[in-house]
């Protein structure tokens, strides 16, 4: 069983700035992959970034140039940098491990807002 407890999430300006955190309890070093979905109201949920357990890492054409995966394995966390946020971002945004079976966090809200 892995837990995925995600933080970073809050209320920003269009243009600013986000830096959201996934801490696992297993070692993700050994995950096949993890990523970051989003889900706004009304709408399915996307995968926005991914990064694989080879190192290769994959975006949304949405935020392309804009986010940015990462991962810390000594730490057990995954990192998405968002910058120059816009309206459009807003959603509930989930940590997504695939570690033979699929686990998700519970979700952090992002609001960009003026």
């Known amino acids: 069983q892995v837990q995925l407890v995600e933080s970073g999430g809050g209320l920003v300006q269009p243009g600013g700035s986000l830096r959201l955190s996934c801490a696992a309890s297993?070692?993700?070093?050994?995950?096949?992959?993890m990523g970051w979905y989003r889900q706004a109201p009304g709408q399915q949920r996307e995968l926005v970034a991914a990064i694989h357990g080879g190192g290769s890492i994959s975006y949304a054409d949405s935020v392309k140039g804009r986010f940015a995966i990462s991962r810390d394995n000594a730490k057990n966390t995954v990192y998405l940098q968002m910058n120059s946020l816009k309206p459009e971002d807003t959603a509930v945004y989930y940590c997504?491990?695939?570690?033979?079976?699929?686990?998700w966090g519970q979700g952090t809200q992002v609001t960009v807002s003026s």
């Open positions: 997504n491990a695939d570690a033979g079976a699929l686990y």
């Open positions: 297993g070692s993700i070093f050994s995950f096949n992959a």
